[in-house]
Nanobody, 115 residues
Framework: QVQLVESGGGLVQAGGSLRLSCAAS????????MGWYRQAPGKQRELVAS???????NYADSVKGRFTISGDNAKNTMYLQMNSLKPEDTARYSC?????????WGKGTLVTVSS
């Protein structure tokens, strides 16, 4: 099993930046890829960005050029650097880890962008 804990959310003005962290523990060796998802009130959860064990990244069109996903293997931590934030980025951001035959979720961290 893999346990995930997110941090770094908060309130920021439009145009500002935040960096989210996702600390992983447990069976780290079994992780194939990780990702950040978000869910805004009344909307479906959507993939924001993902990164494979080999470092291949993928981004939603809505965040390309503004968000950067990265990982620090030594710290077992994944990051999401969010720049040029917009009010429509307001959501609960959760990290996900994909292993063989299962996946794990963190509880999420709330990001609120004021206009």
């Amino acid at each position: 099993q893999v346990q995930l804990v997110e941090s770094g959310g908060g309130l920021v003005q439009a145009g500002g930046s935040l960096r989210l962290s996702c600390a992983a523990s447990g069976s780290i060796f079994s992780i194939k890829s990780m990702g950040w998802y978000r869910q805004a009130p009344g909307k479906q959860r959507e993939l924001v960005a993902s990164i494979t064990r080999d470092g291949i990244t993928n981004y939603a069109d809505s965040v390309k050029g503004r968000f950067t996903i990265s990982g620090d293997n030594a710290k077992n931590t994944m990051y999401l650097q969010m720049n040029s934030l917009k009010p429509e980025d307001t959501a609960r951001y959760s990290c996900n880890a994909v292993m063989y035959g299962m996946n794990s979720w963190g509880k999420g961290t709330l990001v609120t962008v004021s206009s």
